[in-house]
């Protein structure tokens, strides 16, 4: 059963780092959490490092800007290591060709910037579904459509043979008290459909990979056993951190604060029922991040 703490510092002084997830644990879409970002900044003063692990499908200084914009000073963090980045840089080595369908909106455009990592990158074209060979995903349209109104470009899509690279795999996130539907939505829905989806954020290796390359960037040679992920998305934060053998903090009061019941912490039976239907076993659970 995973153990219940009321505070990140009683088991943080075991860890020398933290992958830390952002929405649902340091912010909610519109604004910080404070109790997040104190125990963060407590953290950082007593020696750790923290890595924000993040599935936006932007890169590490787009999310800085928008920390800033939510009221998350940069003394929180030391890192970001983002699904946008590791997707990006799959997307600019030719996993999806070079003529691209994107999906997304505007806000996401950020994310064919030329990546300055890649030597001789491909050189993408944003193209109509007709003339693509592979589809980049960032997200819906409209975040409030239903993934099943894009089945028909899906349908012709698959009979195309096109990959779709989702540079985001979370399935919905809470926007303030608005649940939106997020890339990891249509990238599931692809694949049931019989396409191919290329993943590349939790719980995926590669973002953990570049998580560690962030984290090294800081101080080298950190073992995994030292680290410590948090995040409030057991198919995502949780899973990731089981399938790279790390432990975790499971946040109850995001995603799934209803399941769990969770008021200021998660009620004990609750907790565990949801735990064992979701086939997840995170180190340690709390209410929320402090």
Known sequence: MSQIIEHLSEISDRYEALFVDLWGCVHNGITAYPEAVAALQAYRRRGGIVV?????????????????RFGCPEDTWDNIATSGDSARTAMFTGAVGNKVYFIGTEFDLPFFEPLKLIENPVEIERVALEDAEGIVCCGPFNAHDDPDTLRPQFLYAKQKGLKLLCANPDIVVDRGE???????????????????????????PPIYDLARRRLSEIKPGIPDSAILAVGDGVKT????????????????GGLAAAPTRTDRQPDPEALEMYLAEEASSPTYSIGYLR
Not at 52 to 68: F, G, Y
Not at 198 to 203: A, M, R
Not at 238 to 252: N, R, V
């Open 52 to 68: 924000l692990l993040t599935n936006a499908p932007r890169s590490r200084h787009e999310v800085a800007k928008q920390l800033d």
């Open 237 to 252: 934060d949780i899973a990731g951190a089981m399938g790279e053998d790390i432990d975790s903090l499971f946040i109850s």
């Open 178 to 204: 608005t649940r939106e539907w997020c890339a990891g939505a249509l990238a599931q829905l692809y694949t049931e459909m019989g396409g191919e989806s290329l993943y590349f954020g939790k719980p995926h």
